[in-house]
């Protein structure tokens, strides 16, 4: 089973999602990284997100055995088997001119295994700021304060894909 929560997320309010990260505990590691180079884990706001790469991903700072995640290929990289790793997938929101593209956290539940729990906890926490967030319509995105305000004066669009969602405003 697997859990996923979209947003969009820009400046402010996407440093404020990778402090609450850190507070939770979570270090930040790389997707896909050169098979010769042994990585280090760090705080999610020191992250550097790589040129033409769309995802970076969450473990708790309390794990240690994270290299046997990482999948050899011949070209030279290997890639986290997110799929079968006790981490959380960040997608940061793409942005083209003034278009931002949604953002996600994407967590593979495996509840039999005890360290995916702890990750599901961290992850859970984070879904509750976020879903005090603005929606979207349609398709019901999350938007933070910082990034809804730059859409409401149009200094921004919120896309998915080729359609642009707006703003529910409360009644």
């Known amino acids: 089973m697997s859990k996923q929560v979209g947003f969009y997320a820009i400046n402010d309010d996407y440093r404020a999602l990778l402090e609450l990260a850190e507070k939770i505990g979570f270090l930040a590691i790389p997707a896909v990284k050169p098979t010769d180079i042994k990585i280090r884990p760090v705080r999610p706001t020191q992250f550097l997100l790589p040129e033409k790469v769309n995802i970076f991903c969450l473990m708790p700072g309390a794990f240690t055995e994270f290299e046997s995640y990482y999948q050899a290929y011949p070209n030279g990289s290997s890639h986290l088997r997110r799929k079968i790793s006790p981490v959380i997938d960040v997608s940061p929101c793409p942005r083209e001119g003034i278009d931002i593209y949604n953002g996600r956290f994407y967590f593979q539940v495996n509840?039999?295994?005890?360290?995916?729990?702890?990750?599901?906890?961290?992850?859970?926490?984070?879904?509750?700021?976020?879903?005090?967030?603005?929606?979207?319509?349609?398709?019901?995105?999350?938007?933070?304060?910082?990034?809804?305000?730059?859409?409401?004066?149009?200094?921004?669009?919120?896309?998915?894909?080729?359609?642009?969602?707006?703003?529910?405003?409360?009644?």
């Open 111 to 171: 509840s039999d295994i005890p360290l995916y729990i702890e990750v599901l906890r961290g992850y859970e926490k984070l879904v509750r700021h976020i879903i005090k967030w603005t929606r979207t319509q349609p398709y019901r995105f999350y938007v933070g304060e910082y990034t809804a305000e730059a859409a409401r004066t149009k200094q921004i669009r919120l896309m998915h894909f080729l359609t642009q969602l707006r703003l529910v405003t409360s009644e």
